[in-house]
């Protein structure tokens, strides 16, 4: 099992920046699947970013050349570093974890004023 909490979430301006943290309660050096999902009001939970074990990488269409998703293992904490953020980027984010069993953290807003 791994518990994971989000932070780094507030309210932006349209073209700045945030980036967001994911901490494990446990080494993630063996997880095999971590990744960024996000909800927006009224929309389906969406893939945003995936980091893979070996750190191969995965993004939407949406936000390619904008997020960059990575994994510190020797802090436990997964980053998704959102740039050119735009208000179609305003949900709340969600922080996964897949090994033996899915895993999600609580939520973290991300709000973009136009």
């Known amino acids: 099992q791994v518990q994971l909490v989000e932070s780094g979430g507030g309210l932006v301006q349209a073209g700045g920046s945030l980036r967001l943290s994911c901490a494990a309660s446990?080494?993630?050096?063996?997880?095999?699947?971590m990744a960024w999902y996000r909800q927006a009001p009224g929309k389906q939970r969406e893939l945003v970013a995936a980091?893979?074990?070996?750190?191969?990488?995965n993004y939407a269409d949406s936000v390619k050349g904008r997020f960059t998703i990575s994994r510190d293992n020797a802090k436990n904490t997964v980053y998704l570093q959102m740039n050119s953020l735009k208000p179609e980027d305003t949900a709340v984010y969600y922080c996964?974890?897949?090994?033996?069993?899915?895993?999600w953290g609580q939520g973290t807003q991300v709000t973009v004023s136009s």
């Open positions: 996964n974890a897949f090994q033996r069993g899915d895993y």
């Open positions: 980091i893979m074990r070996g750190s191969s990488t």
């Open positions: 446990r080494n993630i050096f063996s997880i095999d699947f």
